[in-house]
């Protein structure tokens, strides 16, 4: 878990797969305490539309206003946190946004803030985990789930590392 400590940036990134919305509404916080003035919410085509949008709505039902959050619903080709860093980067480029917090998962937080400065040299990666809870960085090997996160994102890791 990397968690590089909340400070004021230009917005907020919160990428997708987050099935419990932790993502979102830890953004939503730091928007609120005035540490960001925009949260960028990414997410795939899913049944019901993109994740993003839903994720959104999510959010606005927990009290938050839409004002605080801008969709970029990702295309069918970006299928991975690589790919999301890359198409999540040349966003931010067009927007002029050198410095984020970057919101996932607190299992992953490091891959993902590597990936986003590898694919974006130049941008200013805050790393600011959420607390997901299907995953407990102390004590993940007890139980079954927490065993099988750990595994995939160590796995992943070691593939991001490798590029591969």
Same mark, same amino acid.
């Given at each position: 878990m990397e968690d590089d400590g909340v400070q004021k940036a230009q917005a907020a990134v919160v990428l997708g797969g987050d099935s419990?919305?932790?993502?979102?509404?830890?953004?939503?916080?730091?928007?609120?305490?005035g540490y960001v003035p925009d949260v960028l919410v990414d997410g795939p085509k899913s049944l019901m539309g993109h994740?993003? %949008? #839903?994720?959104? !709505?999510? =959010?606005e039902q927990h009290g938050y206003p839409a004002a605080l959050f801008h969709a970029l619903p990702l295309p069918d080709n970006v299928n991975s946190?690589?790919?999301?860093?890359?198409?999540?980067?040349?966003?931010?480029?067009?927007?002029?946004i050198h410095k984020i917090l970057l919101v996932t998962s607190n299992f992953?937080?490091?891959?993902?803030?590597?990936?986003?400065?590898?694919?974006?040299?130049?941008? %200013? #990666?805050?790393? !600011?985990? =959420?607390?997901?809870?299907?995953?407990?960085?102390?004590?993940w090997w007890t139980y079954r789930d927490g065993q099988k996160?750990?595994?995939?994102?160590w796995l992943k890791t070691i593939a991001a590392y490798l590029d591969i």
């Open positions: 419990n919305g932790v993502r979102i509404l830890k953004a939503a916080q730091l928007a609120q305490a994740e993003s %949008d #839903v994720t959104i !709505v999510y =959010a946190t690589k790919a999301e860093a890359q198409y999540a980067g040349k966003y931010l480029r067009r927007q002029h992953h937080t490091h891959r993902a803030a590597y990936l986003f400065r590898k694919m974006n040299p130049g941008l %200013d #990666v805050i790393a !600011v985990p =959420a607390q997901d809870p299907d995953f407990n960085p102390r004590s996160t750990f595994l995939m994102e």
